[in-house]
């Protein structure tokens, strides 16, 4: 009996081979996608542990304040009573603000740099090592020469060559040797806090002597970064440090942090863990839409053997054994399924970390295979084919034998929707009946279909509208950013200076210049009742022309104008007040006042950080009227690169960058994310079509004597295509308004519940681009409508008389 | 094969030989669906007795109940009212268990559009018969039965690579392999031949005959009454004449439709 039922299995196996195929490779997409997406936080922490640790991170770092500089060694030598015993290693660093000019012929580049000049003793640095990624690193030959590393973000970004040249304000030209990373800069985070700031920092390492001629302080070091002696706890080591530098530096102000704290690598760790609520939520999505697109098809296969295990009962087999050989159905899908998943796996890992591996460049990256998550999904999958499979055997064996053994007996809906949809009838003749009447008599078997194509659908849906959610800010921000002086160029001033100050006059004389507002930058902090938010408060002047934020609510004048976003998660509305915390003037320095102000209007920018206020209510918070950046417009002729060049270097000017800048960082920040979602979409794309071919063919089969009888009546194989194609088109139609309903109801709360946590500074909204909508409305009613056309030649060849002869 | 060569065979008196306890019993047996807001009685208070070895037809018009009282016996229907004992068990008290068990070794089932299982052999399709009836030998008991309706040389053919009367032997065998002591036979000539159909019909004679199987055949054609023991007639769902054939039973050869 064994034997014959095992035989019996694979002749079903060989016979619908590709229906058992495609529905595994749903299953083994489900499975092997949720072991990859579930597993990228123990990747990404594993990778930067990893690294981390072979650049041989400081647990300490030591910033002079301010413009501070003390010659070198002496930081170095005010910790040394402590190496060995507190301190395992310290060095000295100099890291000064500067400017870059990578311009290629064609391709001006020109941004803020970051100068880090590191020491370069033999056997490489003993703590935050230089990690080459392409070229070569700084030996200690280059130790006194002109030679620099160019950070491997900013490489990438603008895809520079492992060798060349570049222009560094104070140092001339100089030629680069390779990329890298230090753990400081593994992301490039700017003033707000943001990751991706590469399209507008260029970090470049240099030989510490050169790095000091570049900012102008030959002999001097303003770092030192220190890794604590093995054993000791960071707590007390920041301690005795603190301690030493004291006694030895008394009148040097300073901070120590702790390199754990650093945004770079703080940023990382909490990504991981914040992205990972993201991924789980649609790894789960995409394993539940696998698993009930397979637990549909697999019912919907033993659904189909429903008469012969009437037979079986009428020949008083025991249910235990009628069961066996649609388990067995079950248990083939769900191990091939298993089995697919394995490579699946393998594939979205990579595809996964090739994303990250693009944005976060660490000198290593672990080799993790997500095994316990990949055995939890197979579990999954095992279990629920084998659940699908015994639910219709149980109903099989429920009924009365008389009924299992009567034709068509479950596969027709005998009350309900279904008595009224049966007597249904279109416009046409007999044979346009046929698919509506195949619907409606089999009613169950329909909603079955239209639900496993609705929940392909809607891990489809819910995916590409937060992708599209996305790109949607990038794209709000790009048209806030340009609505007006587009190609303008924003300078940082190096330090703040009145209202039409000489830095302003100067460049406002330049000839590449047309025009020139300033305005002043300072972070801030936003507070109404509980919640609080870090901003960057623009002071935007009256009069200013070359840009102003677009307001989609209220006014400028009278208070501070926040993003939607913000304003949304402060509880707060136009005309509400806010407690605002700000730098004030004292008249010899600065101090942080808190200042009750009323919400005078929202503006446009979908970052949420972004807040402005006019510069006479500035002026009246902050105790001075001073800018401290310049939006210049270039004269007529001139080109935004032109323009920077001729402000680059210029005395008073820190940075300069086209605003342009700011929608790449926006754009780089979110790459990753939307990448992941590219590929979580793309998967998802291929599982509805798979589920689109599975259904058709499952549909097919179960008619098979139908269209047999058609063939026998001499109508061609086209008619029956027909019939099987409009009724793939009515439950494709049907299957693809559940995925946009319930996908768009999935987006939405993912945006609202999990995006809080892992973009709380962008406001997503849930949108459905041209594209997606095209993309949606392909796979879920045009290919699931063609999808009898892979069955065509199957009909063709169809032994009509072998068909009609068996009585099953 | 049984066969004579005059018109009519003498009937052995069945009152006579009849075993003291019946094969088939029912008592008052009723079975009323439920079709939309119709009550449809398909049997009323049918009483029955077969005995072992009697070839029976129970005939009648489409809709007389007919299959309706072969699905009662072999319980693939409970009655709404009345008791059915089949060889020797009351299966109108039986629990589903022993319904499944009853089944298995009890009856045995030929349908009128065979139900023979596409994707295996028919070799395999009597196999698996056997099996499920618990018999030992059952490739050895399978190959018997095909040979015997000469099916030898088909063993390994798949159902569609066999005629109608072909399936139709094959699934006389698997009934019959089982070697259940009651043979229930649901319009077994209905999709077949005049020649396939005699065919049929000595096949399963031979078996009550050889092994005293009791044999029930269904049917709406009056002419194979003529080769039974015993003929029931049904209308409406109620038994409405029961004796040996009118003019007693006659020979194979004389059958014509």
């Keep these: 009996m064994a034997a014959t039922l095992l035989r019996w299995s694979w002749r079903d196996l060989r016979g619908r081979w590709l229906q058992v195929l495609a529905t595994a490779l749903i299953l083994g997409l489900g499975i092997g996608t949720f072991a990859g997406l579930v597993g990228i936080r123990e990747w990404r922490e594993r990778s930067a542990d990893e690294s981390f640790a072979a650049m041989r991170a400081d647990d300490l770092r030591v910033d002079l304040a301010g413009e501070g500089y003390v010659p070198s060694g002496r930081l170095e030598a005010a910790v040394s009573p402590l190496l060995g015993s507190v301190v395992g290693a310290a060095e000295e660093r100099l890291v000064a603000n500067g400017q870059l000019d990578a311009s290629r012929p064609g391709r001006p580049l020109m941004v803020p740099a970051r100068i880090v000049g590191l020491p370069l003793p033999d056997g490489g640095q003993s703590v935050d090592r230089l990690a080459v990624h392409a070229g070569r690193g700084l030996l200690p030959t280059d130790a006194g020469r002109r030679v620099a590393v160019l950070d491997s973000n900013f490489a990438r970004h603008f895809d520079l060559g492992a060798r060349g040249r570049v222009r560094i304000a104070g140092l001339g030209a100089v030629p680069y040797v390779g990329h890298g990373v230090t753990p400081s800069y593994v992301l490039v985070v700017d003033e707000t806090g943001f990751p991706g700031a590469e399209a507008s920092l260029g970090i470049v390492y240099l030989p510490i002597a050169a790095a000091q001629r570049a900012a102008g302080q030959p002999g001097a070091v303003n770092e030192l970064v220190l890794r604590v002696a093995d054993g000791v706890g960071v707590a007390r080591a920041e301690h005795e440090v603190r301690r030493a530098l004291a006694a030895a530096l008394p009148r040097q102000g300073m901070t120590i942090a702790r ?25 789960i999505l995409v394993l539940a839409g696998a698993v009930f697109a397979v637990f549909n098809l697999v019912s919907r296969a033993v659904e189909a053997q429903r008469r012969e295990i009437g037979i079986g009962m009428a020949l008083g087999a025991p249910p235990w054994l009628l069961a066996l050989r649609p388990l067995l159905l079950g248990l083939q899908i769900a191990l091939l399924g298993i089995l697919l998943g394995l490579p699946v796996g393998a594939l979205a890992s990579a595809g996964f970390r090739s994303v990250y591996e693009d944005f976060y460049p660490l000198p290593v990256y672990a080799d993790v295979f997500p095994l316990r998550f990949f055995l939890f999904a197979a579990a999954l999958g095992l279990a629920l084919p084998l659940l699908a499979a015994a639910l219709p055997v149980a109903r099989a064996v429920g009924v009365a034998p008389v009924e299992g053994i009567r034709v068509g007996f479950r596969a027709a809906g005998r009350g309900g929707a ?65 609505h007006t002086g587009a190609d303008r160029v924003e300078a940082t001033l190096t330090s703040p200076e009145p209202a039409g100050g000489p830095v302003q006059r100067q460049v406002a004389a330049l000839p590449e210049v047309k025009k020139v507002d300033a305005d002043l930058v300072v972070p801030a902090r936003v507070a109404a009742g509980e919640h609080s938010l870090e901003i960057a408060l623009t002071a935007i002047r009256p009069g200013s022309t070359v840009w102003r934020p677009t307001l989609t609510e209220g006014s400028l004048l009278g208070g501070v104008v926040l993003a939607r976003k913000a304003a949304e998660d402060l509880g707060v509305g136009v005309g509400d007040e806010v407690l605002l915390s700000h730098p004030r003037w004292t008249g010899s320095g600065y101090e942080i006042a808190r200042s009750p102000v009323p919400v005078s209007g929202i503006h446009a920018n979908p970052v949420r950080s972004f807040a402005y206020v006019d510069a006479v209510a500035a002026a009246r918070l902050g105790g001075i009227d001073l800018t401290n950046e310049l939006l210049i417009l270039p004269a007529r002729g001139i080109g935004a690169a032109e323009l920077q060049r001729a402000l680059f270097g210029r005395p008073g000017i820190g940075a300069v960058r086209p605003a342009r800048a700011s929608v790449e960082a926006i754009h780089d920040a979110l790459e990753s994310t939307t990448s992941i979602f590219g590929l979580i ?128 | ?128 018969g056997v099996d499920v009836s618990g018999r030992p030998d059952s490739r050895e008991r399978a ?101 040996p054939p009118a003019g007693g039973r006659a020979d194979f050869s004389t059958l014509r439709w």
């Design chain 1, 259 to 283: 390199g754990a704290d650093e945004d770079s690598r703080a940023i990382l760790y909490r990504d991981a863990r914040n992205d990972q609520k993201m991924f789980l939520v649609l790894a």
């Design chain 1, 418 to 482: 279904a008595r009224f949809l049966r007597r249904l009838r279109v416009p046409g003749h007999s044979l346009a009946q046929l698919p509506p009447r195949n619907l409606a008599r089999g009613l169950r078997r329909t909603l079955l279909t239209v639900l496993g194509l609705g929940a392909a659908m809607t891990i489809t849906v819910a995916t590409l509208a937060v992708f599209d959610g996305f790109r949607g800010v990038v794209d709000r921000q790009e048209v806030e950013v340009l």
């Design chain 1, 681 to 808: 979409a793309a998967i998802t794309l291929l599982m509805a079509i798979l589920v689109a071919f599975t259904s058709t063919s499952v549909s097919v089969d179960e008619h098979r004597r139908e269209y047999a009888t058609m063939f026998a009546f001499g109508l061609p194989p086209r008619a029956g295509l027909r019939v099987a194609m409009s009724e793939s088109l009515v439950t494709g139609v049907l299957g693809t308004v559940l995925g946009l309903g319930l996908g768009l109801a999935v987006a939405a709360w993912m945006v609202t519940s999990l995006l809080a946590d892992t973009a709380p500074d962008l406001d997503v909204l849930v949108e459905i681009s041209a594209l997606s909508l095209a993309l949606i409305f392909f796979v879920g009613v045009v290919s699931v409508t063609l999808a009898p056309l892979f069955l065509y030649r199957r009909l063709r060849g169809m032994d009509v008389s072998a068909t009609l002869r068996v009585m099953e």
């Design chain 2, 143 to 243: 190959v018997a039965t095909l040979e015997r309706v000469e099916l030898g040389g088909r063993l390994r053919h798949f159902p569609h690579e066999l005629s109608g009367g072909e399936q139709q032997r094959v699934a006389i065998a698997r009934a019959v392999a089982t070697g259940n002591p009651v043979l229930l036979c649901d319009e077994p000539t209905g999709e077949l031949d005049f020649e396939t159909g005699v065919q049929i019909l000595e096949l399963l004679h031979e078996q009550s005959h050889d092994t005293g199987s009791c044999v029930l055949v269904v049917t709406h054609n009056r002419e194979i009454s003529r080769v039974a023991h015993r003929v029931i007639e049904l209308s409406s769902g109620r038994l409405v004449s029961d004796g």
């Design chain 2, 1 to 128: 094969m049984e066969s004579s060569g005059s018109s009519t065979i003498s009937s052995p008196s069945l009152a006579e030989a009849a075993p003291p306890s019946p094969a088939i019993e029912l008592e008052g047996v009723s079975r009323r669906y439920r079709a939309g807001e119709v009550t449809v009685s398909a049997l009323d208070g049918v009483d029955l007795r077969i005995h072992p070895g009697e070839f029976t037809v129970i005939l009648g018009p489409s809709g007389s109940g007919k299959t309706t009282l072969l699905n009662m016996i072999g319980a693939l229907d409970s009655p709404t009212e009345g008791r059915i004992v089949v060889a020797g068990r009351d299966i109108t008290r039986a629990s589903r268990q022993e319904l499944f068990r009853f089944r298995r070794e009890a009856v045995s089932f030929v349908f009128q559009t065979f139900n023979l299982f596409p994707a295996l052999t028919a070799l395999e399709n009597v196999e698996f």
